[in-house]
Structures are given as C-alpha cells and as structure tokens.
C-alpha cells in the first residue's frame, strides 16, 4: 500500500492477467521462447532504436539457433542515412529539425532482405533467429517479439555515449542525438510498433540493463486495456538546469545528484512509463504504446478524431525555488510549426503556480508602448554578448502567488521568474520553445544554451501588451458549481486554447466534469485525493500532493473526495468541445 500523503517515484498499475506467461532474466526467457518456437521456423526479435542488442543476442545465444541475421546490417550505411536525413535534421540548428514522413523500410535494400529470406528459406531444419531494428521487415516471425524500452532510458543512454541508430557519427552532442530520436529514429520506429502491437506474440521489456523481462502479447495488451479504463499515474523523472531550484528534491525526497531538479516530467506519455504490475513481476513500458494500442478508450471518441494516436495534454513541473528566471521564450503559431516543422498543432501551455516565493514573478507578454524594432535591436545584442538585454524595460514582470493560473497562448513571450513552483499545463510538442535571452548564462555542461532568435521574432505576437495580458491571460477563473462542500471553477481557457482547466475544491466530495475527453490531473493541495467511480467501474486511485494522473474517458464518471475531511484541490485539465 502506498504511503498516504507522499509523493511516489515508482507508481505501479496493477493488472489482474492470471493466465499471463511472463519470465525475468534471460535464464527464464529463453525456455519460454523455445517452448513457445516449439515446431516453428523463425523466431523474429524487433528491436526498438537504443535496445541493447548485444545483450540481446548474448542472451538469446541459447536457444541455439541454426541461422541467425541481423537485420540492421541489411539497412542502408551509416554515411548513406545520414546524408539522407541531414536536410530534414536542418544541420545548423541544434534544436529543431522537419518531423519525418518516412518510413523504415525506406533505409534497407531490398535486395538485401531478399537474400535473407532466401538464407532463411535454405537452411538446415531448427530455429532461425531474426534480431535487431527491422527484424520484421525480414520476417514477420512465426514468433514474433517486441524488445522496447522508455524514452527517458534512451536519453540517459544517449547522454551517456550511446549513439543514434545507423550513424556515421557517434559522438554527436546531447541535444543532436535527441533531434534524431525526436524528428526521425522515434517516429519510424514508432509507426512499425504500432502495427506490431497488435500482432506480437510476446513483449520483451529491455529498459534495465541485465534485467529483461518477458509478456505474452495476449496478457501485455489485455494490460494495456485494462490500464485505458481507470486512473492510472506514469513514473515521473528528474532532470537538472541551469535554473533549477530545491523545490521538488526538498518535497518529494529526491536523492542528492550534486545540483539542483528543474524539471519533473510526470505527465507526458510520449515520454513517462508504465510499471504494468502482473502480480509482482513489473513490465516497464512506454506509456505512449497505451495511446497506440488503445486511443479511443484512452482519448476518447471526439479527442481520437481530432488528435488521432496522440496524447495532446501535457503536464510538467519547473522548479525556480532557489534557483534561477526560466529563458525569456515564445512558442510558434500554429501556422509556423506547420510550416517549418511539419507539426500539426502547436504548444499553447499556461502556468499554475503550485508553489511561490515572497518576490516570486512571470515574465508575460509585452510592456505598453514597446518598440519591436527597439526591443529587437537589444536582443540582438544581447545574443552577440555586447550588452544584457534589459528585460524589465520591455517584458512585464508580474508578481505571483500561491494558486495563480496564467494563460499563455502560442506567441506570447514569457518565461517563469526565481522563486516559483509552476504547474505547466501544455499542450504536447513540448520541444519547440524559442529561446529570446537567457540571461548570459552557460548551460550545466558549460557551453551555451541555444537561441532561437529568428524563429522567436517570426513569432512574437507584439499587441499582446500588458493591458491585453491583464484583461486576457490573468484571473480568468469562473465558477462552474458551487454547493456547501465544494467549488468547481474554470480556471484556464484562452479563446485561441484547445485545453479547458478545472480547480476542483472540496472538503468532502465533487464530481468531476466530464465533456467526452480524456482528462490529466494533479493535486495542488491538500496531503492526498481519492479518485472514486460512483459506479464502481474501477478500483479507487489515491493521488499524492503534486502528483499527476490520467484519466481516460472510458473510466466514465468519477468523483474526487478529501478523505481526510481536510479541504483538498485538483487541477483537471480536457480538450475542449
């Protein structure tokens, strides 16, 4: 049972599959697999870019097979992938790149994969062993597995010297082998599991090194249906920055890293994990393979229309307690992450304020009266290093507090000031924030942080002057319902937004508004929520101070109670009708 009122790391779903066949370490896998490839031909291993493959292979090496390919070596040279991804990548910019419309079997011969599945054909009678990214594209398997593992994995594996797939040059910075991931290797990789998903007889879970852990396909996706109609919560990580505060490691007993946390990522199923718990053996998957195996049941009807197999709600946690003001910033317009990025819609997000200083504050918008070309003029040579940008001559500074919601819609310059705990209610192509100044400071490897001043100034909506901030983006909260125990106010829903926000306040119990949308939420006060289906279609979800959870349309109607009889609060936030 989790401990009431803290704040849990490693939030496991628990799924009821008594037939499930699983297996941990490779000791129990191999059997399973050589039972289930009993009288079968090839046993055909899809493996997700940054899987470890030579694990892989060591560890399957008992099964003993007659012919073993690896499919990565039918794909095109390093040097050959990424001259053709190069324009797409843009190579200048360290940042952003186009999201690709390829497709994997775009980068192998065929008449490579032909003359493997001649090989195949040809030889000796027992097992032929198929492995690595593109193995399906070889075969499909007479057993067919999945070997995943989690976004974060691969970014920590990057960081660590881990290279892109198929790259000529391994020794790319941080931020490039990201690009990659994000704008080309993820979305090919991405479109083949989903199709796989659905087909695979097992689910090989490969994100801890030395510890793989197996699942019939049948019992992985029965997991995942189970998971799309009830609360469930995410693994949240960590992340350090330049501005990072103590905030986060000071409430939820994070251990020392020698700096500081900027970041918690814990509601972002393109990028968090599922603990799927099979009666104690846990698989841990991306979270964005719910979204593929099961987007009606998890968006719902009119979100899956609108969205297709995307997540389109995200929240985030930024710490600046102690720490530093966030880059002064601006998301693209719609039309320009369209245009440049091949994206479909673009990162409007507001600010909740979860926590806040005595002088805590949010950079929004523009001062009356501002020259454009004035104040372009200065952060041109603030970018050259010839003098600082002088913020406050042209950014409204606006102090904040506790329980503060301030709504940001793409083009709005902003950036969150030292001394705030912000709820980041976003919508999901997180990445594209360009960076306007970012107050002469180095990042934590010592170089300096990317600015994207043409993109930004291409983006700066210039009316939105501190008169139209005030009227438009703060204290835009309205009552929904009120009755002697709780309050339901909206409390975020700019015109040009498509995510509609709920503060749900109680001492006993509210319903929560359900409009046929997904909804994400997180408790902004109060030691712990309790999300209750008043039919009892699913098991009650205990949610911790700051903690995030999803909540799929297909868990129908819930309640939120305080079961302490201590007033509590919850963000909710939906797509909009």
Not at 513 to 529: D, F, H, I, K, Q
């Amino acid at each position: 049972m989790e401990q009431s009122g803290k704040y849990v790391q490693h939030p496991r779903v628990a799924v009821h599959c008594p037939d499930a066949r699983l297996a941990e370490g490779f000791a129990q896998i191999v059997p399973v697999l050589r039972e289930a490839a009993a009288g079968k031909r090839v046993l055909s291993v899809e493996c997700y870019p940054g899987t470890d493959q030579e694990e892989l292979r060591r560890g399957l090496a008992a099964l003993d097979p007659v012919l073993v390919i690896h499919s990565d070596d039918l794909a095109w040279e390093p040097d050959k992938l990424d001259a053709a991804l190069a324009q797409d990548l843009l190579p200048d910019d360290p940042v952003f790149g186009i999201l690709t419309v390829r497709k994997l079997a775009d980068f192998f011969y065929p008449e490579k994969l032909a003359d493997a599945r001649r090989r195949i054909d040809a030889a000796p009678a027992g097992l032929v062993l198929v492995y690595g990214v593109g193995a399906t594209l070889v075969h499909p398997g007479d057993v067919q597995v999945v070997a995943d593992l989690t976004r974060w994995e691969i970014q920590l594996r990057y960081r660590s010297g881990m290279p892109n797939w198929r790259t000529a040059q391994p020794d790319l910075p941080k931020l490039k082998k990201y690009k990659r991931g994000f704008f080309a290797e993820w979305r090919w990789a991405d479109r083949e599991k989903d199709h796989l998903l659905h087909t695979m007889d097992f689910y090989l879970d490969m994100t801890t090194r030395g510890k793989p852990a197996l699942v019939d396909g049948a019992a992985y996706r029965e997991a995942l249906r189970q998971t799309a109609r009830r609360p469930f919560r995410m693994v949240p990580y960590f992340d350090p920055g330049v501005w990072g505060g103590h905030w986060m490691k000071d409430h939820f007993q994070l251990p020392e890293n020698g700096s500081n946390y900027a970041w918690s990522f814990d509601g972002v199923p393109e990028e968090n994990s599922l603990l799927l718990d099979f009666g104690g053996v846990v698989i841990q998957t991306p979270a964005l393979n719910l979204v593929l195996q099961q987007p009606r049941a998890l968006l719902g009807e009119r979100v899956h229309a609108r969205f297709g197999k995307e997540f389109p709600i995200r929240f985030d946690l930024l710490d600046t307690v102690g720490g530093q003001n966030l880059s002064l910033q601006v998301h693209p317009l719609t039309e320009y992450i369209q245009q440049q990025f091949n994206m479909r819609y673009t990162q409007d997000e507001s600010y909740y304020i979860l926590d806040a200083g005595p002088d805590a504050a949010v950079w929004l918008g523009v001062r009356d009266g501002v020259d454009p070309a004035a104040m372009e003029a200065d952060l041109r040579r603030a970018r050259t290093g010839e003098a600082p940008f002088p913020a406050e001559r042209y950014i409204n500074r606006i102090p904040v507090q506790k329980h503060d919601h301030l709504l940001i819609p793409a083009g709005t310059i902003h950036g969150a000031g030292a001394g705030t705990m912000v709820l980041e209610v976003s919508a999901t192509p997180y990445i594209f924030t360009f960076k306007l100044w970012d107050w002469g400071r180095v990042d934590l490897d010592g170089k300096p942080r990317p600015i994207h001043l043409e993109h930004g100034l291409a983006n700066i909506q210039w009316d939105r002057d501190t008169r139209w901030v005030q009227q438009n983006l703060l204290h835009q909260e309205r009552t929904v319902h009120r009755d002697e125990h709780s309050l339901v106010e909206r409390t975020g829903l700019h015109e040009r937004e498509f995510i509609d926000t709920f503060r749900i306040t109680t001492d006993v119990a509210a319903p929560l508004p359900r409009n046929g949308s997904v909804y994400m939420l997180n408790l902004v006060e109060g030691t712990r929520a309790r999300l209750v289906s008043p039919d009892g279609a699913f098991a009650p979800l205990e949610l911790h101070y700051a903690e995030t959870c999803i909540l799929p349309e297909a868990a129908g109607d819930c309640r939120i109670e305080a079961p302490d009889g201590a007033p509590i609060q919850v963000i909710a936030a939906c797509v909009r009708p």
